[in-house]
DNA sequence: AAAAAAC
């Protein structure tokens, strides 16, 4: 085992004092950007490789200063890899993976129907609403992140970056009813990056946490592993070179990486609730600074029982309260679950609704195949010979096919293998590395088909999936929904395939319903099956297709329905399909401002 | 019913 200054410096803190030749009190506590305004202070030092050093001695005159300088007489412990700041954009290998469309032979944005935008519905409640606005430049967001957004290439903002960004910049909670591929990431994070970047210069009250605790600034909170590192590698092209550091921990993988990068700084803090949990109760992350705080996929994370976690980290713990902090809360739906963790955690909040863009585009050609389970194999297998002869399989194009179960997923994966598809499989039975290797193998197409469970179906964003089977049917047409929405992406065409049987039935009404709205043909057969289905009532039933998740209760002081799930509660108006345009809101330079 | 998530 490798012994470096950096693992001395994680695994020994009492010793730091000592390791340290300043009389500054030696805390080893993250310095926040404000303090690291007025240019670094003199921090070279004689580099000498192994040999622990001063903990506020910064090896690196140019990125690294704007971490490391001490400041005000306290220093930082910056020990370990001083390394610079990696360029986002550059790293051929995997950032540039999903910026690479973005930022390869693909120039000019010809063919994005921006008219689009304004054909998806948004709706915005609440005292003094921000207004929305129309484009980047409209917002002050300072050069260096302007810059940024020019590198991502991002054209013009997107509904929720419009109405959203105006709001969070304005100092105002915010409750965004929003879906995956809407461009939430950008959302949030701007106004974070922006907001840190400005408070640059605020005097600091000294946190008076002890040893080796870290003060974030932010926070993002976010179901999976896999989405936590997405949103992190969003996060970091858009905060690069703004001095705004961000960094990511989840669980699966070693902590004590996930703490050494900790410990090299951290202003926003990308996380799922488990690990975070972990790092609150060993005391090494300390939400006292919080400044603000946003939750992903809220729906999703109430889903998967995270309600606890969520509020210990966001209650319970030190994190400041609702009015000292700003809150984004994003869901795709608004339940009454969701609608009580936001009057909780939100203060006097901006209710945003933005229709369903990106989940369904015509982009995305819809079939149903009525299969029954024993025929699913091989006629999986005959698409995917299909395929192969259309010369498709390959590189550029991915098929992800969905299954319900691990097992499942274990099971379909080994047949196509030996059956000489080459596949892999991401689901919660596997390690996080096997997980991250599989899917970074189906990105770079070095294994071409990817079996995956839901773990996979929501807000990933993977280039190049050209067909996405549901082998087995989700129960839930939200959930088939996210599952199709990882194709059609980048302004590329893409097919969705489904397996249909009589185990499905729940679903073949508002699979049907969903269809028509989208303008795909629907099979006879299930149409037939739709209307003989007694099944068609309860959640999955869309009333017509909500163009929201949800709408803004507090408007509705009569408010009563039951009380039961306040699910799905548009108008009776068409829903996914109304524009039928979502795609064409995209391009191939701007893809990943929806996401 | 299954999936996800800390050690």
Redesign the pocket.
Known sequence: MRTSWADLATNSAPENAGASNTTAPLRPVYVPPHLRNRGASASASTESSSAPRPLNVSTDNNARSRWGAPRNGWGNRSGGWDRREVNPFGDQEDAAEEGAAAFGEEQGNTGINFDAYEDIPVETSGENVPPPVNTFAEIDLGEALNQNIRRCKYVKPTPVQRHGIPISLGGRDLMACAQTGSGKTAAFCFPIISGIMRSQGQPLQRPPRGVRTVYPLALVLS????L?VQIHEEARKFSYQTGVRVVV???????NQQLRELERGVDILV????????LL?RARVSLQMIKYLALDEADRML????EPQIRKIVEQMDMPPPGARQTMLFSATFPKEIQSLASDFLSNYVFLAVGRVGSITDLIVQRVEYVQESDKRSHLMDLLHAQRENGVQGKQALTLVFV??????DALEHWLCRNSFPATT?????T?QE?ELALRSFKTGNTPILV?????ARGLDIPHVAHVVNFEL???IDDYVHRIGRTGRAGKKGLATAFFNDNNASLARPLADLMQEANQEVPEWLSRYAARSTFGGGRNRRNGGSRFGGRDFRREGSFSRGGSDYYSTGKNSGGYGTSGGYGGGYGPGVTSAWD
Do not use: C, W
């Open positions: 179901p999976t592993r896999e936590s921990a989840y669980g699966g993988a070693p902590i996380a799922t609730p488990g690990r975070l949990v972990d109760e889903d998967m029982g995270f319900e179960t691990k097992k499942g997923a991401i689901h919660g039975d596997r996080q997980r995956a469970t839901d773990v996979a989700p129960n839930d």
